[in-house]
């Protein structure tokens, strides 16, 4: 339980305000205790966060050499970007991808927390380990196992080809399914454990008491349960969805062209073109959509009155 | 740019099965090189401080290439070619498999060339395209003619290469080509076109690199443009054009770098543009399953090059290097190992009494006919390499 634990409180508790000091030296105390937390985030995000902003303001050198770029505080980089179809409609189709793998990875990880957390009994922490098993395997080479699985010549297609769901020569990797599949596969486990460090905490005397209350099974669940669930489901969701929408690894393994996604086009952009100030763009779009619609999410979950 | 695996461990991998990795991409390290490619300065790596004297002084020779890229005896754990170097020069060198990949390279190197600095390499490896950057850009040492008499050796197809008429100041090392590549089994009448790649049957198995130089570079062949003499954004976009159709279409299913070889290996993919060396590598591992051509418009020639930086503290020894593997009894001992083009004349004759099969190999030592239809990729401007590989990133990740 202790690994459930731990991801329990990291999601759900609060910073506790300090206790109430005695004296100065306390107080001084508190704020050398987050000095090296402080000096980590202001040397390791806040000062490459403005580097990338920066970057993105630059312009290329009239002539220069590849990669040569020279401050001009250019704001229309980022117009010129959102309006070119190359860099929006992999961005749209980077939440459209994660998004459906956040659902999928949602309607899979919440039965399966669930089973662990009231049906496990003593094998519970046998049944975690084997969710954070896959973990020990670098998330590349699991991808990369992927492909073997998918491949025109592998099992999957070999049975899907007798049932008749794909044709003589179809096939099923690259295609989006591949990605999607890919990516509710590699973020599964961020789903499932902080749903079930929530579910693990829930009194079970609630949920008795809901049926003493007259509640069916499922009114019990869907009225005591999954509400007392949710900081695990916010928690999840967020766990699953922001690394999904900024991930290449699945598009770049399991897609075709027509699957790229943004980060993709990023890493190309910086990498290949050497264009930094676009990849800064576009790296900068990214980081704020996401975090306007999460911003969105909670609110509208509003888990401040459930926690 | 071909496609560079984000796992480095995995690139590891790859690499030491490849022999060679292009340009490269994706991923950590990749990344890592991108950004110190922004900064300025930055530290030497390790070696730097071997020997800050004046050329000519040291005794050691510090040399970066790629992984797999010299003959290696497994079980002294010794490269015996450069064994024997060290025993005759009386030079000792440091030989470091630390290019990974031009781009990261480069940004680890560059800025301190910039600053006249010495970057710790008495001799590195580079790609044609980086060797020319270098060159133009003032980076590269000439090369003392006298010093290196074996420089006469070099094959004719490689002596005047558009990025350095006459040699002045570079060698190449190891070449290889791109060309079409099937299975026998599911092509049993081979590819000579590439227009061949875009037969109805092998719609959807079709795999390309994500090399633009070489894909892009035989469409444009196959479309009678001689790649290696100027030509126009117009003709390059012309074989855009096609690229974008047959992605488009399903017909190429995937744009790969290294990883294509896995598509050929387990038939997911039946017909590439691929390279040499690596169809020779899986041809040998998987049985002989796989054919391997120029198409009849031209395919491409790449090459490693020999370079030595501008502020290398040993010149004189990196040239008796250079001088010692342009000795065709040393090439033949390296391309013996290493499966890629030889490009010492005369090699051909000292393989034969190494390896019969391997001397006999046209993509070891290619016939002046294959030579007649590689063509080497021209240098781009600045301008061009920043719009070309924009466009191509365009067809490629749709």
């Known amino acids: 339980m202790?690994?459930?634990?731990?991801?329990?409180?990291?999601?759900?508790?609060?910073?506790?305000?300090?206790?109430?000091?005695?004296?100065?030296?306390?107080?001084?105390?508190?704020?050398?205790?987050?000095?090296?937390?402080?000096?980590?985030?202001?040397?390791?995000?806040?000062?490459?966060?403005?580097?990338?902003?920066?970057?993105?303001?630059?312009?290329?050198?009239?002539?220069?050499?590849?990669?040569?770029?020279?401050?001009?505080?250019?704001?229309?980089?980022?117009?010129?970007?959102?309006?070119?179809?190359?860099?929006?409609?992999?961005?749209?189709?980077?939440?459209?991808?994660?998004?459906?793998?956040?659902?999928?990875?949602?309607?899979?990880?919440?039965?399966?927390?669930?089973?662990?957390?009231?049906?496990?009994?003593?094998?519970?922490?046998?049944?975690?380990?084997?969710?954070?098993?896959?973990?020990?395997?670098?998330?590349?080479?699991?991808?990369?196992?992927?492909?073997?699985?998918?491949?025109?010549?592998?099992?999957?297609?070999?049975?899907?080809?007798?049932?008749?769901?794909?044709?003589?020569?179809?096939?099923?990797?690259?295609?989006?399914?591949?990605?999607?599949?890919?990516?509710?596969?590699?973020?599964?486990?961020?789903?499932?454990?902080?749903?079930?460090?929530?579910?693990?905490?829930?009194?079970?005397?609630?949920?008795?008491?809901?049926?003493?209350?007259?509640?069916?099974?499922?009114?019990?669940?869907?009225?005591?349960?999954?509400?007392?669930?949710?900081?695990?489901?916010?928690?999840?969701?967020?766990?699953?969805?922001?690394?999904?929408?900024?991930?290449?690894?699945?598009?770049?393994?399991?897609?075709?062209?027509?699957?790229?996604?943004?980060?993709?086009?990023?890493?190309?952009?910086?990498?290949?073109?050497?264009?930094?100030?676009?990849?800064?763009?576009?790296?900068?779009?990214?980081?704020?959509?996401?975090?306007?619609?999460?911003?969105?999410?909670?609110?509208?979950?509003?888990?401040?009155?459930?926690? | 740019m071909t496609e560079k695996h984000p796992d480095p461990r995995i690139e590891a991998l790859r690499q030491a099965m490849s022999r060679r990795n292009f340009l490269a991409a994706v991923g950590a390290t990749g990344a890592a090189a991108g950004l110190a490619a922004c900064g300025t300065g930055g530290t030497s790596t390790s070696g730097s401080g071997s020997s800050p004297a004046a050329s000519g002084d040291s005794k050691t020779i510090t040399w970066a290439n790629w992984t797999l890229y010299l003959d290696y005896d497994k079980e002294s754990k010794t490269y015996p070619t450069l064994e024997r170097f060290e025993k005759e020069s009386g030079y000792t060198v440091e030989y470091r498999e630390d290019i990974e990949d031009n781009v990261q390279f480069n940004g680890k190197v560059a800025p301190q060339l910039a600053n006249g600095q010495n970057i710790g390499y008495d001799l590195v490896t580079p790609t044609d395209w980086l060797a020319a950057e270098w060159i133009r850009k003032g980076y590269a040492a000439e090369i003392d003619a006298a010093n290196v008499p074996n420089k006469k050796n070099i094959l004719t197809a490689l002596a005047d290469v558009p990025f350095?008429?006459?040699?002045?100041?570079?060698?190449?090392?190891?070449?290889?080509?791109?060309?079409?590549?099937?299975?026998?089994?599911?092509?049993?009448?081979?590819?000579?076109?590439?227009?061949?790649?875009?037969?109805?049957?092998?719609?959807?198995?079709?795999?390309?690199?994500?090399?633009?130089?070489?894909?892009?570079?035989?469409?444009?062949?196959?479309?009678?443009?001689?790649?290696?003499?100027?030509?126009?954004?117009?003709?390059?976009?012309?074989?855009?054009?096609?690229?974008?159709?047959?992605?488009?279409?399903?017909?190429?299913?995937?744009?790969?770098?290294?990883?294509?070889?896995?598509?050929?290996?387990?038939?997911?993919?039946?017909?590439a543009i691929g390279w040499s060396g690596d169809i020779f590598q899986i041809n040998a591992e998987n049985g002989d399953k796989w054919g391997f051509a120029l198409p009849e418009t031209g395919g491409t020639l790449w090459s490693d090059n020999l370079l030595i930086p501008s502020t290398a503290a040993n010149k004189a020894g990196a040239e008796a290097l250079m001088n010692f593997y342009y000795d065709p009894k040393n090439a033949a001992e390296v391309a013996a190992y290493v499966n890629y083009v030889c490009p010492v004349k005369g090699a051909k004759e000292e393989m034969e009494k190494i390896d019969p099969k391997l001397a006999a190999s046209e993509w070891i030592f290619p016939t002046d006919a294959t030579l007649d239809n590689a063509y080497v990729f021209r240098p781009l401007t600045p301008e061009e390499q920043t719009e070309f590989s924009d466009s191509f990133g365009r067809v490629i990740q749709g």
Do not use: C, H
């Open chain 1, 2 to 307: 202790s690994i459930a634990a731990a991801i329990g409180d990291t999601i759900e508790d609060e910073p506790k305000p300090p206790p109430p000091s005695t004296n100065k030296g306390r107080k001084f105390t508190a704020y050398l205790l987050m000095l090296p937390g402080m000096l980590w985030l202001a040397i390791f995000f806040v000062i490459p966060l403005v580097a990338l902003f920066m970057t993105s303001l630059q312009t290329p050198v009239p002539g220069g050499e590849v990669g040569q770029f020279q401050q001009t505080f250019s704001f229309s980089n980022y117009a010129e970007t959102l309006t070119d179809d190359t860099y929006y409609i992999p961005l749209i189709r980077s939440f459209i991808y994660s998004g459906i793998a956040t659902i999928l990875a949602l309607l899979i990880g919440y039965p399966l927390a669930y089973a662990i957390a009231f049906k496990g009994g003593k094998y519970r922490n046998l049944l975690l380990v084997m969710v954070i098993a896959p973990f020990f395997v670098s998330f590349i080479l699991r991808t990369i196992a992927w492909r073997q699985i998918l491949a025109d010549e592998g099992p999957v297609v070999a049975v899907l080809r007798v049932i008749g769901v794909v044709g003589e020569t179809g096939g099923i990797y690259p295609s989006a399914f591949a990605v999607i599949m890919g990516l509710t596969y590699n973020f599964l486990p961020f789903m499932t454990l902080p749903i079930y460090a929530s579910l693990e905490r829930v009194d079970p005397k609630l949920i008795e008491a809901s049926g003493d209350l007259y509640a069916k099974p499922m009114t019990g669940f869907f009225k005591v349960t999954f509400p007392l669930s949710l900081p695990g489901v916010v928690a999840g969701t967020l766990l699953t969805f922001i690394p999904a929408a900024g991930d290449y690894v699945n598009a770049a393994l399991l897609g075709r062209p027509s699957n790229t996604m943004i980060g993709n086009r990023i890493e190309y952009t910086f990498l290949s073109v050497n264009d930094y100030p676009t990849a800064a763009v576009l790296s900068f779009i990214l980081m704020a959509t996401i975090l306007i619609m999460v911003l969105i999410y909670i609110r509208r979950v509003g888990t401040e009155d459930l926690v």
């Open chain 2, 164 to 271: 350095d008429p006459g040699r002045q100041y570079s060698l190449t090392w190891q070449s290889g080509f791109a060309g079409l590549a099937w299975n026998k089994e599911k092509v049993p009448n081979g590819l000579k076109t590439l227009d061949d790649l875009w037969a109805p049957e092998l719609s959807g198995k079709v795999v390309v690199l994500s090399e633009m130089r070489d894909t892009i570079g035989l469409i444009m062949l196959s479309q009678g443009v001689d790649i290696s003499q100027p030509f126009t954004t117009e003709q390059f976009n012309a074989a855009l054009d096609v690229l974008q159709q047959q992605v488009d279409s399903g017909q190429i299913k995937q744009v790969k770098g290294n990883s294509y070889k896995e598509d050929l290996i387990n038939e997911q993919a039946w017909a």
